[in-house]
């Protein structure tokens, strides 16, 4: 990776890494579907007068209409939306985590459709990480009954598996396509129709949406949080193979829960801490380069001559 995309990385560690408890102390203030909505469509209009200042066209062509909602749906609806509701019930920095095993997910499908080959390192990895998760869900699975907590924490791991999907449906249908035009369809029409749902059925409290502070909040969710890290995402993606850059941010779910244990005194549990090292092992161990030795190479060659 060229310098460039290390700094993409570490600014979208870093953003993301702040985001999820400013997200969770939001979900406290604004009504979840409302929020969302307010948030796509926001980050999508900024995006859309950047791409006017920078002179770029913004109007898909004829044939790019379908794949690009295709593309919204994966976003808006299987990730954000999910996401949104099940972390009114989840702390933020476990849903950080929940949410992160995005990279797992990306191992398999990419040994599918992006013909990233899944070896039994990987494979190794997709286990550790399976036992992260357990461990994670472990109170809740010890003594089995359905409550709010446990489906919202199963809700974030199909987010997760849905901004896989996203992750690879970009990959192979957007790899030279202009990212911020990309990203600026992806959430305008998702958030779009979230919106109108949401109108339907969730009350508006102006004063909550006119308080300065909550107006601040929701423009760094929105506008930085949401479309500049987007656009920083997809074309990370676009740069590097799908599976190493989801590897790259996982520093994200740790920065979170650090954030949320300092800023918001969300606990710590020994659960939470072992499931996030099993989950973190399994992806270095999925993404680690193991060397081929020299002679096992020259053999190689030697049998296909």
Same mark, same amino acid.
């Given at each position: 990776m060229n310098i460039r995309v290390i700094s993409a990385i =570490?600014?979208?560690?870093?953003? /993301?890494g702040s985001l999820w408890g400013l997200v969770k102390h939001s979900l406290l203030v604004f009504p979840p579907f409302l929020f969302i909505s307010t948030r796509l469509i926001l980050a999508a209009l900024t995006l859309m007068v950047l791409q006017l200042i920078l002179r770029k066209s913004i109007l898909p062509q004829h044939g790019e209409w379908k794949p690009l909602i295709i593309s919204s749906l994966l976003i808006c609806f299987g990730f954000y939306a999910t996401q949104t509701f099940a972390m009114? *019930?989840?702390?933020? !920095? &476990?849903?950080?985590v929940l949410v992160f095993t995005m990279p797992i997910f990306i191992g398999v499908l990419a040994h599918y459709f992006l %013909?990233?080959?899944l070896n039994a390192q990987k494979v190794l990895g997709l286990f550790s990480g399976s036992l992260? @998760? +357990?461990? $994670?869900?472990?109170?809740?699975?010890?003594h089995l009954h359905m409550n709010v907590s446990l489906m919202g924490q199963v809700v974030l791991v199909f987010s997760g598996f849905f901004w896989a999907m996203a992750t690879?449906? +970009?990959?192979? %249908?957007? =790899?030279?396509?202009?990212?911020?035009?990309?990203? #600026? /369809?992806? @959430?305008l029409m998702g958030g779009s129709a979230i919106l109108v749902g949401a109108l339907i059925f969730e009350p508006i409290? *102006?004063?909550?949406?006119?308080?300065?502070? %909550?107006?601040?909040? @929701?423009?760094?969710? =929105?506008?930085? !949080?949401? !479309? $500049? =890290?987007?656009?920083?995402w997809n074309w990370i993606v676009s740069q590097v193979d799908t599976f190493i850059?989801?590897?790259? #941010?996982?520093?994200?779910?740790?920065?979170?829960?650090?954030?949320?244990? &300092?800023? /918001?005194?969300?606990?710590l549990t020994v659960n939470i801490l072992i499931g996030a090292a099993f989950i973190c092992l399994g992806i270095f161990i999925s993404a680690l380069r193991m060397k081929v030795p020299r002679n096992r190479v020259i053999y190689s060659s030697n049998q296909n001559r």
């Open positions: =570490a600014l979208l560690c870093l953003v /993301w009114q *019930f989840v702390d933020s !920095g &476990l849903s950080a %013909n990233e080959r992260g @998760l +357990i461990a $994670i869900l472990w109170p809740q699975l010890h690879v449906y +970009i990959k192979k %249908n957007f =790899a030279t396509y202009d990212k911020i035009k990309l990203t #600026i /369809w992806q @959430l409290d *102006f004063k909550v949406w006119l308080n300065p502070l %909550n107006e601040s909040m @929701l423009f760094y969710i =929105a506008v930085i !949080g949401t !479309g $500049i =890290a987007f656009v920083l850059a989801s590897i790259s #941010i996982m520093c994200v779910p740790i920065l979170s829960l650090l954030f949320g244990y &300092l800023v /918001w005194h969300e606990p």
